[in-house]
Every structure is written in C-alpha cells, then in structure tokens.
C-alpha cells in the first residue's frame, strides 16, 4: 500500500480551474460520469447468467470428486462437506455419473443465483449512484495527465493538501492492472457454490472503483471516496446532475502551476482571481524542455 502523499494535483481546464478558484470547491462526481469508457459504470454487461454458474458449479464439483487432492475449503458447506463425503465413499464411478447426480440434486441452484446475481447488481448500482469521486494525481509534471485533463497544456494544475482532515482527507491509489475489474465472475461465484471460497461482499465494491488500465499508470492517480446518504444529495433522476461541490479552505490550495500554452490573458484572469482569496500560494508557469519530452516549471513573482 503506497504511503499517502502530503499533496495531490488536480489537472483541469483554465475555464474549470478559475471556477474551482472563486468558488473555493471541488466537483465530486458519480463514476457515471467519468468519461473513460473502461470504468465500471451503473449497469455493466456480466458476460454470463444463472445458467453459465451452475454449469460452472456442476462441473467444478465433479471434478473434485474426482481430483487428486482436494483443495481447501469450508468444512461446513454443505456442497463440499458432501464431497468430502463422496470421496472417502467413492461414490460414483465417473464425472459422468457425478454431473448426472449432481444436476438433479442442485436443480434449484440456477433460480437462487438468479436472485444473487440480481442483488449483486443492485447492490452495485445503488453505490455508483451515491459514491462520488474526485481524481487526483501525485505530481504536477506527466505529460499524460496534462494532455488528457489539462486542456493539451492550455490548462492548470492545482496542488491541494491532502489528508490532516482536509477536503481530501482519505485519498487511496489507483492500482493498474491488464484485466477489467468485474462486479463479480464466474469463478467467485463457483467457488462460493462448491464451498471453497466465500464470495465477497458489496463492502469489497470501493476497490473495483480503484482500478484502471496499465497503459495508464504513468499517471500515478489518486481517488477520495465519499458515499453519501440520500438526504445529503441534492440531484434528481438526471444522471448528468450526480455531482456535488465540495468546499475547501484556501489554505488547501498550495500551488498553482500554468500548462505551457495556455494563454496568458487567462492565466492573469486567474491570478487576479487568486489574489483576492489564497495569499501566499505559490505560482508557477511551465516551459517546454529544450530538446526532452519534458515541462519545467519556474516560480513566479507577482506584485
């Protein structure tokens, strides 16, 4: 677990920038709206049924009826404290005979994974409509961020304190991975049925929320969570409405760095909005390295 950094950056827009400036808050949104079209989102596609489990089921415990070695598991399940039962009895004579048996004495399985399964989701459904989220970053130098939510380098990145029970008190890491997050699969619910593994509950559903792709970790991103209650949501049934404003003390914003292109009637337009309301933080506009794929950054001096 990455250690909590002192300070986090939020990259954005000069237009959103000098609005988060005078109106001294930040957009938390549903993960709805994040525009990345691999987040998981209100009713995401399972890629399987009822049906695909219990064939998963039926065939996982025949084959343990039949393995070498059983693997661990709970002694108190009913499925595999039967299997355990019909091992030492050598109760069938093939995996043939034991997917018959068993397709008869788990017949009712398909019905109760449906209601499971149904539950599952809206268990899902019911955090992504009242979580919101807000996405940081460590440093206020990739290039990645600056071109995907710094307007290309026309933008700013700001630079909030985190943690010390502030705005953004209890930030957690982005973890990035090669497979999609997935509000359950197959084999966690198989698992569950045959007894070897216990599902998890929707407690586990923040993590899922905290996973991207590994073609973007050089972006070192970080998430503050909060899951509001419904009373303390001010927003209808318009999805485009799941956000809130969330104000934070001028002391917070530490920093103010410049995109390399951004205009500097808009970057003065900022700084006078600046000047009223955070004394004392610290500006600095960008540069474009000499022949690196790099941004330096150099302190300004503002009367």
Request: with cysteine.
């Amino acid at each position: 677990m990455a250690a909590n950094p002192e300070t986090l950056v939020k990259y954005t827009d000069a237009d959103t920038a000098k609005k988060i400036i005078g109106s001294g808050t930040l957009r938390w949104s549903s993960p709805e709206l994040f525009h990345d079209p691999w987040e998981l989102k209100l009713s995401p596609d399972l890629g399987f049924d009822e049906n695909a489990i219990n064939d998963g089921m039926l065939h996982t415990a025949s084959s343990l009826v039949f393995a070498k070695e059983l693997p661990h598991g709970d002694v108190r399940h009913p499925l595999y404290k039967a299997i355990r039962r019909w091992r030492l009895e050598d109760r069938f004579h093939d995996e043939e005979e034991a997917v018959e048996a068993l397709s008869e004495l788990l017949s009712a399985t398909p019905k109760f994974v449906e209601g499971r399964l149904k539950s599952i989701m809206e268990a899902w459904s019911a955090l992504v409509t009242y979580a919101r989220v807000i996405c940081l970053a460590e440093s206020h130098q990739n290039l990645l961020s600056w071109e995907r939510y710094g307007s290309n380098h026309h933008g700013v990145a700001l630079r909030f304190l985190s943690g010390h029970g502030g705005t953004l008190a209890n930030p957690h890491s982005v973890s990035y991975a090669t497979h999609r997050p997935q509000i359950t699969s197959i084999k966690e619910q198989v698992d569950d049925l045959v007894g070897l593994k216990e599902l998890a509950g929707p407690e586990t559903f923040v993590k899922k929320m905290l996973m991207k792709s590994k073609k973007d970790a050089s972006e070192r991103e970080w998430r503050c969570i909060k899951v509001m209650a419904e009373d303390e949501l001010d927003c209808g049934e318009d999805v485009q409405d799941w956000y809130c404003d969330e104000p934070f003390k001028p002391s917070e914003l530490r920093a103010v760095y410049f995109g390399f292109a951004i205009d500097p009637k808009v970057r003065n337009d900022i700084i006078t909005v600046l000047k009223k309301t955070y004394k004392g933080v610290a500006l600095f506009q960008g540069c474009r390295a000499d022949r690196e794929y790099e941004v330096n950054f150099q302190r300004m001096t503002v009367q």
